[in-house]
């Protein structure tokens, strides 16, 4: 089981506010797609399956907050890789990455403390909030093509693609 809270403490270079802000536009994704709290959610390629739970309510203010719909699912989709990386991966979020370099965000080792010249992987995050197969699909092609501006680092790389309206994800290393 996974607690999508969790999200505010598992990203400690990054601020509370982000977290909160992944956290609610994740929770906003699953709600409108009608899932509630203990729903199953797919992981790709290894068949995994997560159960996601939560208690953020979706109220009004913050329907009225993510009412960008396509914001609020790229939002929730770096939640939930950043999630993911935790569960599946050695390394941590360190980072926002840099327009134009293929990828969202520079990953570092869980057990690191220093953050300087510590990039050890990096991580391209989309979403969508309710794709058909073919979408998802074209969509983990895309994103690993793109990530392969960003291979002259020689770091590992992962890519995140979740569909909400499932919800599913894949999460896989390139």
């Known amino acids: 089981m996974i607690?999508?809270?969790?999200?505010?403490?598992i990203a400690p270079d990054l601020t509370e506010s982000w977290a909160t802000s992944r956290l609610e536009a994740a929770v906003f994704c699953l709600d409108y797609n009608?899932?509630?709290?203990?729903?199953?959610?797919?992981?790709?390629?290894?068949?995994?399956?997560?159960?996601?739970?939560?208690?953020?309510?979706?109220d009004?203010?913050?329907?009225?907050?993510?009412?960008?719909?396509?914001?609020?699912?790229?939002?929730?989709?770096?939640?939930?890789?950043?999630?993911?990386?935790?569960?599946l991966t050695q390394y941590?979020?360190?980072?926002?990455?840099?327009?134009?370099?293929?990828?969202?965000?520079?990953?570092?080792?869980?057990?690191?403390?220093?953050?300087l010249f510590q990039d050890a992987a990096r991580l391209e995050i989309s979403g969508l909030i309710d794709g058909t197969n073919g979408e998802f699909n074209r969509r983990?092609?895309?994103?690993?093509?793109q990530v392969k501006q960003s291979n002259a680092t020689r770091l590992p790389a992962y890519i995140s693609i979740t569909d909400f309206g499932e919800p599913r994800t894949m999460f896989k290393k390139l």
């Open 3 to 9: 607690d999508l809270e969790n999200l505010k403490s």
């Open 92 to 115: 941590k979020v360190i980072r926002r990455s840099v327009k134009k370099t293929g990828i969202d965000y520079w990953l570092g080792y869980k057990e690191n403390e220093i953050l």
């Open 140 to 145: 983990v092609k895309d994103k690993s093509e």
């Open 60 to 87: 009004q203010r913050v329907k009225n907050t993510w009412n960008d719909v396509q914001e609020a699912t790229e939002k929730g989709a770096e939640g939930i890789a950043v999630i993911l990386v935790n569960e």
């Open 34 to 58: 009608g899932h509630r709290s203990k729903i199953k959610m797919n992981v790709s390629p290894n068949n995994n399956s997560f159960v996601l739970q939560w208690k953020t309510n979706i």
